[in-house]
């Protein structure tokens, strides 16, 4: 049984996240923003950011460090393996909309390169798809990486429409949740061939 202590994060522990947070909302509207006001962002004294981040390229390590933890970590709180494929495609999608501010870093610092789709949470969701393609749950006439490369578009479709555009995140999130419905759901139709 873990100490009360280890369950409740340290007042260190929440000046960190609070400054990686704030480095995301201050840099993603703003990326030559001076560190001064991520450290207003947060509500501590730029000494105080300092001590956690020397410069802004360690700030920037470590959001990339923290995002990707945190795809880590909604990958696995999607429960992959209950249910069928399509169910956990489901939950995986409500886990990375519940982290759409935080995955607003990757969608604005996005870069020439094509994902490999190398990381471990890129895998654990490409495996799922292809469960799911297996079970007759998800469509298998698109590949695992079409899909997958279209989850995050319309990722970065619903976060745009509601901070540029000004949707309400609800109504942005149902919309996104039927799009994915609809682009993952088996087709039965019968297609003709030429």
């Known amino acids: 049984m873990p100490s009360p202590s ?3 994060p340290s007042k260190r522990d929440r000046t960190r996240h609070a400054l990686l947070e704030s480095g995301i909302a201050v840099l993603v509207t703003n990326p030559g923003a001076a560190l001064g006001a991520v450290a207003r ?5 730029r000494s105080t ?15 990339n460090s923290h995002v990707e933890a945190q795809y880590e970590e909604a990958i696995e709180g999607a429960d992959i393996e209950s249910g069928t494929g399509y169910e956990a495609f489901e ?6 909309q519940d982290r759409i501010e935080l995955f607003s870093w990757w969608m ?18 490409l ?9 007759g749950t998800i469509d298998d006439q698109l590949t695992a990486e079409w899909i ?12 745009k429409q509601v901070t540029l555009n000004g949707y309400r995140p609800r109504t942005v999130r149902s919309a996104t ?11 039965h139709r019968t297609h003709p061939t030429n």
């Open 6 to 8: 280890s369950a409740t």
């Open 41 to 45: 962002h947060a509500g501590v004294a």
């Open 49 to 63: 950011l300092h001590r956690y981040f020397a410069d802004r390229a360690e700030l920037v390590e470590a959001i």
């Open 91 to 96: 939950r995986i999608v409500e886990e990375l």
């Open 108 to 125: 604005q610092t996005i870069h020439a390169e094509v994902d490999d789709f190398d990381s471990e949470p890129d895998q654990q969701l």
């Open 127 to 135: 495996a799922t798809i292809r469960r799911g393609q297996a079970d």
């Open 148 to 159: 997958h490369t279209m989850l995050w578009t319309a990722l970065w479709t619903a976060h």
């Open 177 to 187: 949740r039927l799009t994915l419905q609809k682009l993952a759901a088996p087709s």
